[in-house]
Structure formats: structure tokens, C-alpha cells
């Protein structure tokens, strides 16, 4: 069974940083692309950035490049999302999904078959 456990998120100022990780079970996470995603109540959920599971090529959207950095850990069966510069709009429950390994990630969420719960993520003063 695959199992996927977010972890990290916290309030936190305007500016600030927070690092979330994903972590696998019963799997290991060298074998999945992750992508990571998040979703505000009442808005659809939305693709933040992804890895690849061959070669590590990353993906990001556009309201989060440069602020943004994803990257695995592989003894720690971990994928993180480190988030700098944080603004209230990045606001929102993260969510973690896997995919069976490609050469190329994807944000669409259509194409990922096994989710984590969420992690809260709140950017506030």
C-alpha cells in the first residue's frame, strides 16, 4: 500500500519560511515522480511543483519560482517543498501526490494516483 504522510506546516509571517516534507511508506519514493499541490476552500486545487522520479527534473508554477525549491531525500524515503519569502495568498492546505516514475513531472493532478492528507499552511501577521 502506498502511503504518503505531509508534514511541516505552521503559521507564519509574511516573508518567512517553511519547509514541508513527504514522506513515504511501504514504498520507496525514488520510484514516483511527487508532486506537490495545494487547494483554498472554495477554489479548485492547484499545482505548485513536482520531481521527477528519473533524473530529478523539477517543474514549478509560475507564482512560486524563485521562491520555492523542491528536492528529495532519498534515506529519508522524503521529498521537500522549501518555501521562502512566503505571501498571505500561498495560504492554503499542501497536499503531496505520487505517480510512478517518469523522465518528466507533471502539476497536472489528473495524472497522480496516491495522496497525502494535507498539511496546513497559513501566511498571516
Known amino acids: 500500500q502506498v502511503l504518503l504522510v505531509e508534514s511541516g506546516g505552521d503559521l507564519v509571517q509574511p516573508g518567512g519560511s517553511l519547509r514541508l516534507s513527504c514522506t513515504g511508506f511501504?514504498?520507496?519514493?525514488?520510484?514516483?515522480?511527487i508532486g506537490w499541490f495545494r487547494q483554498v476552500p472554495g477554489k479548485e486545487r492547484e499545482g505548485v511543483s513536482c520531481i521527477s522520479g528519473r533524473f530529478d527534473k523539477t517543474a514549478y508554477a509560475d507564482v512560486v519560482k524563485g521562491r520555492f525549491t523542491i528536492s528529495r531525500n532519498n534515506p529519508q524515503n522524503t521529498v521537500y517543498l522549501e518555501m521562502n519569502s512566503l505571501k498571505p495568498e500561498d495560504t492554503a492546505v499542501y497536499y503531496c501526490?505520487?505517480?510512478?516514475?517518469?523522465?518528466?513531472?507533471?502539476?497536472?493532478?489528473?495524472?497522480?494516483?496516491?495522496w497525502g492528507q494535507g498539511t496546513q499552511v497559513t501566511v498571516s501577521s
Open positions: 501526490a505520487g505517480i510512478p516514475r517518469s523522465s518528466d513531472c507533471t502539476l497536472n493532478e489528473n495524472q497522480y494516483d496516491s
Open positions: 511501504g514504498f520507496n519514493l525514488v520510484y514516483y515522480d
